[in-house]
Nanobody, 124 residues
């Protein structure tokens, strides 16, 4: 079992920055991956915003955030971060941290473990 606890959301003006954190408790493995999703008001949850494989550290970004968001990890703290720069009003959403052990699942955007979500609000 893996428990995920997110923090770091808040309100910021367009062009500003925020950093989200997601602390994972429990075991990891070679193919363990963590990712960030988001869901804007009245919209369906967006597919993976950013993803990182735990041991190797390779990353994936959605086109909508490339060049602005950076996902990183701290193995010692079992924590993944999402640094969000140049924020836009359309980035406003609840951001969810997710994790899974199976590449056949997380490669297609399916995750077994989820955090509670943290609100990010970007004003124009």
């Amino acid at each position: 079992q893996v428990q995920l606890v997110e923090s770091g959301g808040g309100a910021v003006q367009a062009g500003g920055s925020l950093r989200l954190s997601c602390a994972a408790s429990g075991r990891t493995s070679v193919n363990f991956a963590m990712a960030w999703f988001r869901q804007a008001p009245g919209k369906e949850r967006e597919l993976v915003v950013a993803r990182i494989r735990w041991r190797i550290g390779d990353t994936y970004y959605a086109d909508s955030v490339k060049g602005r968001f950076t996902i990183s990890k701290d193995n010692a703290k079992n924590t993944v971060y999402l640094q969000m720069n140049s924020l836009k009003p359309e980035d406003t959403a609840v951001y969810y941290c997710a994790a899974d052990f199976d590449p056949q699942r997380w490669l297609v955007g399916e995750y077994n473990y989820w955090g509670q979500g943290t609100q990010v609000t970007v004003s124009s």
